[in-house]
């Protein structure tokens, strides 16, 4: 089978027929002669754009979008513990009749022997031989949609996520085993394979560049195991951070869209794969017109490297950082709240070995404007690890620029380690001092690294910005702290320098954060 061409687009949108046809129902239900009112009918009905279908599309692309079926190996000693019997007064649970109670119950909400409900799917054979440990069990299932004419498709990686066994679900009804070529957790994206001769439907990706908030678009997958589904609406919103990774840029689509739905496609009127369907907002457990689709760029990308080697290679710079607010913003002397700021530069990786320091902003890459954290971290991600790169910083006051060679994304288990730092010789206790202008009381911290907050005034600057008793200030202006007097010494400089706000790095059991404080001018 071919790719699927380019359709072109079927539906014309329609500007303006209601006021027109509704005067024309009008007039055929008032007094006016029967042969006026027709005639005017006749008019507005050969003058009116034809109604909007979505038929040519779907019948184009259907054969492409498949469910994927997911099964999990559980311990055969686990599942054998589940097989007690039942006696119903001499009779097996099988000889009861079918509208008996207990077997209402049963198929419901698991069967006496622990096999599932009414709605389990059938349990494939152990391909690994008699003496394998364990047993596939039903899983879950979604969507995915063929991307080659040899079998590759794309899905969701939390569909496939903990799986041992895959079976694609044509839209004809026909089963076909599937292995896991690739999955990358990160932008919740797996590419499976099945080896099949024949040649499959295939549908390819849009330039989502050139998608408009407004657009029409169609969704195509497997709500609740119905088999293939269509929903439509249109693009709702672009570039969508729903806080489920440092890359987010979700397309908001308002096509319904449930569980089951995840993996499958979402098109534009040209049959071409414009997103993929992995999240919904759903307070009520059910669709509310609000969907998040993966963006045909990014989804582009991955899959070409998951079909090629198997997993996703992407640049690092081995720094946390946060975004720059107007507070903080004010406090460094930057013109705008714009950038990527530094909370700590990660040991041995290409951003400390540069120079970058906490407290620094990131202001470009290679000439390019940050305009936030997540931007920065795409952009890094986006390019080739060993490539050489400038980085803009803000430090200081002032612009300068480092020059470092970009590093590969450690593994997921090992990148979020962050290194501890060896203890300083504890320093004797000290008493309380307060610091009243900013609503705190602090003493020097039992390891010597900056000063334990003891109180927190509750009308404070400080308590609005969310600083607790317990957690350390070890930095001001990105100056070392120990004591309040060196704050004070901090604050009374960025006075002098003009300054109505001071850098604060706290840090706490989870990690560390900027916040900005308002300083006494008086």
């Known amino acids: 089978m071919s790719k699927i061409k380019t359709l072109r687009p079927s539906l014309k949108t329609v500007l303006k027929t209601s006021t027109v046809a509704g005067l024309a129902a009008v007039m055929l239900t008032s007094g006016l002669p029967a042969q006026i009112s027709q005639s005017f009918a006749e008019a507005v009905k050969a003058e009116a754009p034809s109604v909007p279908s979505f038929a040519n599309v779907v019948d184009a692309v259907s054969p492409a979008v498949v469910s994927v079926r997911v099964q999990s190996r559980v311990n055969t000693s686990d599942d054998e513990s589940s097989n007690f019997s039942f006696d119903f007064g001499g009779r097996g649970f099988e000889d009861l009749p079918d509208d008996h109670p207990l077997k209402r119950f049963f198929r419901e909400f698991g069967g006496p022997r622990g096999d599932g409900g009414g709605d389990r799917a059938e349990r494939r054979p152990d391909r690994r031989g008699p003496h394998a440990e364990g047993r596939l069990r039903p899983r879950g299932q979604g969507s995915g949609f063929f991307i080659t004419e040899d079998g590759y498709l794309v899905t969701n990686n939390h569909v496939v996520s903990d799986g041992s066994a895959f079976t694609v679900i044509l839209n004809d009804g026909t089963e076909l085993d599937a292995k896991l070529v690739g999955k990358d957790s990160r932008t919740d994206l797996a590419v499976l394979k099945v080896d099949d001769k024949r040649k499959f439907t295939y549908v390819s990706f849009a330039d989502d560049s050139k ?44 096509a319904a869209v449930n569980r089951g739905n995840s993996g499958g496609p979402t098109f534009n009127l040209s049959g071409e794969v414009v997103g993929i369907n992995t999240a919904i907002l759903a307070p009520s457990g059910g669709n509310v017109g609000i969907a998040f689709a993966i963006p045909a760029s990014v989804a582009k990308d991955v899959v070409n490297d998951l079909m ?71 952009k890094v991600a986006a390019m080739r690890p060993g490539s050489s790169a400038d980085v803009t910083l803000w430090r200081d006051g002032k612009s300068q620029s480092v020059k470092l060679e970009i590093g590969n994304l450690p593994n997921e288990a090992n990148d979020a380690v962050q290194p501890k730092d060896e203890q300083s010789e504890q320093s004797p206790p ?62 009374n400089n960025a006075k002098k320098d003009g300054r109505t706000k001071a850098l604060f790095q706290i840090q706490t059991d989870d990690g560390s954060r900027f916040v900005a404080l308002p300083i006494d001018q008086g």
């Open 308 to 378: 090629k080697d198997g997993s996703v290679s992407r640049g690092w710079l081995g720094v946390q950082i946060q975004p720059v607010t107007k507070d903080i913003a004010d406090s460094l002397g930057l013109s705008e709240a714009s950038g990527a700021l530094v909370v700590e530069p990660q040991a041995g990786s290409p951003g400390e070995k540069a120079g970058i320091k906490k407290g620094d902003v990131v202001t470009a890459l290679n000439g390019e404007p940050i305009n936030d954290p997540r931007d920065l971290a795409r």
């Open 211 to 254: 998608v408009r908030v407004g657009d029409w678009v169609v969704a195509v997958g497997n709500p609740f195991g119905l088999g293939g589904t269509v929903t439509a609406g249109i693009v709702s919103a672009r570039g969508r951070d729903i806080g489920s990774g440092p890359y987010d840029d979700y397309l908001q689509v308002d």
């Open 430 to 491: 000290a008493s309380d001092e307060a610091l009243a202008d900013l609503g705190v009381t602090v003493t020097p911290s039992d390891d010597g690294t900056g000063v334990t907050i003891s109180s927190v005034d509750p009308d404070s600057d400080a308590s609005d910005r969310g600083l607790k008793e317990g957690e350390k200030i070890v930095t001001v202006n990105n100056q070392d702290v120990k004591s309040a007097d060196d704050i004070l010494k901090v604050i």
